[in-house]
């Protein structure tokens, strides 16, 4: 059975493609040490050729002034010498001068004309510069191309006759050749001893690194494996249903989606517990993996709804497929010392005839589940589009929800968020709500999907924004001073004015940015992630934070962290539902937690309610917590009060 997630299922496809941390930064590092070897042979390199050209300018000032001063005439640099002059010159710099590298020599006066050279050179427009300056009583030089085509150093040093500070310049011409020789010399022996100890610093690092690595990567596939399984069942969930339906669909291969709900279920958790209806639930999902060994993927999507993938399979194996299913489920549960007997419903869609993509495919199978319950117990309905009205009542939905914003029917609840540490409220969150005449008091779940099929969901952002941001205002004027957390959905995210809308918002109320958190989900940055990207960058110019929620979830990834700026980070509630005692729980939530804080994102705990859970996240360095314990959504008027208390008192008894 596929539902261990063998293949190309999403756990081990997940696996596949994390990096492999050590590799990237053994070749990171690795071209960082080559680039600062690199660097360091450059600068050492320059530092030994400054030094090298040093050596011979002071070589040739000495042999200028200690050598030929005392031999030169007056005469020899006012004009031309006399041919007898010339042969005394000649021997005299062949046997004294023009030694070690030193292979040319001229005079010149102090007209910056050439009364002498070794080599019967004259004067060209571009040594007048130099000369000037030495003529002025400073050494200079320059590298300069020698008649055969080598490159020379060519340095000018002032001399004077007699009583006279400066009455020319010797100019003297070194092989630089021999400098180069001297600087390889020197540098290649820095430069390897600095490589050698980069190369040791490196090795000495690796194992460390190793260690951390293999610790995050442990991490990784803990929170993947969380975010694709069913923590009561251990099945695959909703997410890595959608994952290899998709799979399925991109591969164009055709297949079968069952969708089965225990009937009655709710009955039974009324009567026995909660705790009974976890039992039946892990003993049908362990007797679901034995009797349909061949379905590509069996996973749990709800509380009592299970979903059965085959591949390659045809309109005809659905009935003997629902039949073993039903047949499996059959007997009885012992639950609690309870025989507790139940019948399914089974809701068939096919792929790719009731939808190209899996996501159709998916609702269409829902649909038929419906009609399979109208039906009654044990009942099997593959999709019929003659009997799918769902549109005509998303229509008529969306209809009432437009009016909901014209009538004053939508109002916000807020729910206070308290610092661990000192225990006061630091924060709250707005949450919409839509008080229905006919309905009642509805969250936003259970509305938001129509407003963004039907180009609602930008007027329910203005809606929220603004009135969470008056509400800001006001209790900062009675010295309340929080946090302000806004939902945001996927519409939003590809909203290229929602970064401008923000500005104006924050501006007009005088909220500082960084109290201003935008919470998003993974969902909502599924898409074109390109324009999302552009909207969180410019978002996080203006300084305002984003916050990934549902973290632990199907909708959660390390991704997100990596790839965007997020500042905060919401554990979901089925996250902490077995903490404290449940010690896998308590490990993917300080895994968790050691994550966030890593990027530098503090950590909310959702669904805090009890005071050991408390405890417990305040332990594993949790920041904030939100939840019934610290306190419910309530209307702005009824938090005022709490808001100003100094002190959570429930919690500093405990």
Same mark, same amino acid.
């Given at each position: 059975?596929?539902?261990?997630?063998?293949?190309?299922?999403?756990?081990?496809?997940?696996?596949?493609?994390?990096?492999?941390?050590?590799?990237?930064?053994?070749?990171?590092?690795?071209?960082?040490?080559?680039?600062?070897?690199?660097?360091?042979?450059?600068?050492?390199?320059?530092?030994?050729?400054?030094?090298?050209?040093?050596?011979?300018?002071?070589?040739?000032?000495?042999?200028?002034?200690?050598?030929?001063?005392?031999?030169?005439?007056?005469?020899?640099?006012?004009?031309?010498?006399?041919?007898?002059?010339?042969?005394?010159?000649?021997?005299?710099?062949?046997?004294?001068?023009?030694?070690?590298?030193?292979?040319?020599?001229?005079?010149?006066?102090?007209?910056?004309?050439?009364?002498?050279?070794?080599?019967?050179?004259?004067?060209?427009?571009?040594?007048?510069?130099?000369?000037?300056?030495?003529?002025?009583?400073?050494?200079?030089?320059?590298?300069?191309?020698?008649?055969?085509?080598?490159?020379?150093?060519?340095?000018?040093?002032?001399?004077?006759?007699?009583?006279?500070?400066?009455?020319?310049?010797?100019?003297?011409?070194?092989?630089?050749?021999?400098?180069?020789?001297?600087?390889?010399?020197?540098?290649?022996?820095?430069?390897?001893?600095?490589?050698?100890?980069?190369?040791?610093?490196?090795?000495?690092?690796?194992?460390?690194?190793?260690?951390?690595?293999?610790?995050?990567?442990?991490?990784?596939?803990?929170?993947?494996?969380?975010?694709?399984?069913?923590?009561?069942? =251990?099945?695959?969930?909703?997410?890595? !249903? $959608? &994952? *290899? /339906?998709?799979?399925? @669909?991109? +591969?164009?291969?055709? #297949?079968?989606?069952?969708?089965?709900?225990?009937?009655?279920?709710?009955?039974?958790?009324?009567?026995?517990?909660?705790?009974?209806?976890?039992?039946?639930?892990?003993?049908?999902?362990?007797?679901?993996?034995?009797?349909?060994?061949?379905?590509?993927?069996?996973?749990?999507?709800?509380?009592?709804?299970?979903?059965?993938?085959?591949?390659?399979?045809?309109?005809?194996?659905?009935?003997?497929?629902?039949?073993?299913?039903?047949?499996?489920?059959?007997?009885?549960?012992?639950?609690?010392?309870?025989?507790?007997?139940?019948?399914?419903?089974?809701?068939?869609?096919?792929?790719?005839?009731? =939808?190209?993509?899996?996501?159709?495919? !998916? $609702? &269409? *199978? /829902?649909?038929?589940? @419906?009609? +399979?319950?109208?039906? #009654?117990?044990?009942?099997?309905?593959?999709?019929?589009?003659?009997?799918?009205?769902?549109?005509?009542?998303?229509?008529?939905?969306?209809?009432?929800?437009?009016?909901?914003?014209?009538?004053?029917?939508?109002?916000?609840?807020?729910?206070?968020?308290?610092?661990?540490?000192?225990?006061?409220?630091?924060?709250?969150?707005?949450?919409?709500?839509?008080?229905?005449?006919?309905?009642?008091?509805?969250?936003?779940?259970?509305?938001?999907?129509?407003?963004?099929?039907?180009?609602?969901?930008?007027?329910?952002?203005?809606?929220?924004?603004?009135?969470?941001?008056?509400?800001?205002?006001?209790?900062?004027?009675?010295?309340?001073?929080?946090?302000?957390?806004?939902?945001?959905?996927?519409?939003?995210?590809?909203?290229?004015?929602?970064?401008?809308?923000?500005?104006?918002?924050?501006?007009?109320?005088?909220?500082?940015?960084?109290?201003?958190?935008?919470?998003?989900?993974?969902?909502?940055?599924?898409?074109?992630?390109?324009?999302?990207?552009?909207?969180?960058?410019?978002?996080?110019?203006?300084?305002?934070?984003?916050?990934?929620?549902?973290?632990?979830?199907?909708?959660?990834?390390?991704?997100?962290?990596?790839?965007?700026?997020?500042?905060?980070?919401?554990?979901?509630?089925?996250?902490?539902?077995?903490?404290?005692?449940?010690?896998?729980?308590?490990?993917?939530?300080?895994?968790?937690?050691?994550?966030?804080?890593?990027?530098?994102?503090?950590?909310?705990?959702?669904?805090?309610?009890?005071?050991?859970?408390?405890?417990?996240?305040?332990?594993?360095?949790?920041?904030?917590?939100?939840?019934?314990?610290?306190?419910?959504?309530?209307?702005?008027?009824?938090?005022?009060?709490?808001?100003?208390?100094?002190?959570?008192?429930?919690?500093?008894?405990?």
């Amino acid at each position: 059975m596929m539902s261990d997630f063998d293949g190309d299922l999403p756990d081990d496809s997940a696996r596949e493609r994390s990096p492999r941390l050590v590799l990237l930064f053994a070749v990171f590092t690795a071209l960082g040490v080559a680039a600062s070897a690199a660097v360091i042979l450059v600068v050492v390199r320059h530092a030994d050729t400054a030094r090298a050209q040093g050596q011979a300018i002071d070589r040739a000032r000495f042999a200028a002034r200690a050598v030929l001063r005392p031999e030169l005439r007056a005469a020899d640099l006012s004009g031309r010498p006399a041919r007898g002059r010339i042969r005394e010159l000649d021997r005299l710099f062949a046997d004294r001068v023009l030694l070690e590298g030193i292979r040319g020599a001229m005079l010149y006066g102090s007209d910056g004309h050439v009364t002498y050279s070794t080599d019967n050179r004259v004067a060209d427009e571009s040594t007048k510069a130099r000369l000037h300056t030495a003529l002025a009583g400073t050494v200079v030089s320059e590298i300069a191309t020698a008649e055969d085509g080598s490159r020379v150093l060519r340095t000018y040093v002032p001399v004077g006759i007699g009583p006279a500070r400066v009455g020319g310049v010797v100019a003297l011409d070194q092989e630089y050749a021999q400098i180069e020789a001297a600087v390889r010399r020197s540098s290649w022996l820095i430069a390897s001893v600095l490589e050698a100890l980069l190369l040791l610093l490196f090795l000495m690092f690796l194992p460390l690194l190793a260690r951390v690595s293999s610790r995050i990567r442990r991490h990784v596939d803990e929170l993947e494996h969380v975010a694709t399984h069913d923590e009561l069942t =251990g099945l695959p969930n909703r997410l890595a !249903l $959608r &994952r *290899a /339906g998709q799979e399925m @669909s991109a +591969a164009a291969r055709s #297949g079968v989606l069952l969708l089965v709900d225990l009937d009655g279920f709710s009955e039974i958790n009324d009567c026995l517990g909660w705790q009974s209806g976890d039992v039946l639930l892990t003993q049908a999902a362990t007797r679901l993996r034995r009797d349909v060994p061949d379905a590509h993927l069996l996973a749990r999507l709800g509380e009592d709804e299970f979903a059965v993938l085959m591949c390659d399979a045809r309109r005809s194996e659905i009935e003997v497929a629902s039949e073993r299913v039903r047949r499996s489920l059959a007997t009885p549960f012992a639950v609690d010392g309870v025989r507790v007997a139940v019948s399914v419903s089974v809701g068939a869609a096919l792929l790719p005839e009731h =939808g190209s993509d899996f996501g159709t495919v !998916l $609702r &269409r *199978a /829902g649909n038929a589940l @419906s009609n +399979a319950k109208i039906e #009654g117990q044990s009942s099997v309905q593959v999709y019929d589009s003659a009997h799918d009205k769902s549109d005509v009542s998303r229509l008529a939905f969306a209809a009432e929800l437009r009016e909901a914003l014209d009538s004053g029917q939508l109002l916000l609840h807020y729910q206070p968020q308290a610092d661990l540490t000192t225990q006061r409220i630091r924060g709250v969150e707005a949450l919409l709500r839509w008080d229905h005449p006919q309905r009642g008091l509805l969250r936003a779940e259970e509305f938001i999907s129509y407003a963004e099929r039907n180009g609602l969901a930008i007027d329910l952002r203005h809606f929220v924004l603004e009135t969470s941001a008056r509400q800001w205002r006001d209790w900062h004027e009675i010295g309340i001073d929080l946090e302000l957390a806004v939902n945001l959905s996927a519409v939003d995210m590809l909203d290229v004015s929602l970064p401008d809308e923000i500005e104006d918002l924050i501006h007009r109320y005088e909220i500082p940015p960084w109290n201003l958190v935008l919470e998003i989900t993974e969902r909502t940055l599924i898409g074109d992630e390109r324009r999302a990207r552009h909207v969180v960058d410019r978002l996080a110019e203006i300084g305002v934070r984003l916050a990934l929620d549902d973290f632990g979830t199907g909708y959660s990834s390390m991704a997100s962290l990596r790839s965007f700026p997020i500042k905060q980070v919401k554990l979901d509630r089925s996250l902490l539902a077995g903490v404290p005692g449940d010690a896998g729980a308590e490990a993917i939530v300080g895994g968790s937690v050691e994550i966030a804080h890593g990027v530098g994102a503090t950590v909310v705990a959702e669904g805090i309610e009890t005071r050991d859970q408390w405890r417990f996240v305040f332990l594993m360095g949790c920041d904030v917590a939100q939840g019934y314990l610290v306190g419910l959504p309530a209307p702005a008027d009824d938090l005022t009060a709490l808001l100003g208390a100094p002190r959570l008192i429930p919690l500093t008894a405990a």
